[in-house]
């Protein structure tokens, strides 16, 4: 059993940059791909960016390649997302998940408001 918690979200200014982290319990973490999905009103989840179990492949939607990376922490069983760049159109509630398949994650967290202001 996994179980997920993020944190590291509010409200900023466009421009401005903001570093969410997901901590993961369970050992079983470790054997995951794990990967952020936001979702803003009125419309569907999306995948924002992945990374392997190991931490050595990652990838990102297009829409914030560049400006978003992703990073895990396996020894500290942790995540991070680092935003920079930021739009208005980021803002959303953003979810960690574990997974074998992206697809169909195993796992996710309660999720964390962004709120980019212009």
């Known amino acids: 059993q996994v179980q997920l918690v993020e944190s590291g979200g509010g409200v900023v200014l466009a421009g401005g940059s903001l570093r969410l982290s997901c901590a993961a319990s369970?050992?079983?973490?470790?054997?995951?791909?794990t990967g952020w999905f936001r979702q803003a009103p009125g419309k569907e989840r999306e995948f924002v960016a992945g990374?392997?179990?190991?931490?050595?492949?990652?990838d990102y939607a297009d829409s914030v390649k560049g400006r978003f990376t992703i990073a895990r922490d396996n020894a500290k069983n942790t995540v991070y997302l680092q935003m920079n760049s930021l739009k208005p159109e980021d803002t959303a509630v953003y979810y960690c998940?574990?997974?074998?398949?992206?697809?169909?994650?195993?796992?996710w967290g309660q999720g964390t408001q962004v709120t980019v202001s212009s």
């Open positions: 990374i392997s179990a190991s931490g050595s492949l990652s």
């Open positions: 998940a574990a997974y074998s398949s992206r697809s169909n994650p195993n796992y």
């Open positions: 369970g050992r079983a973490f470790r054997n995951y791909a």
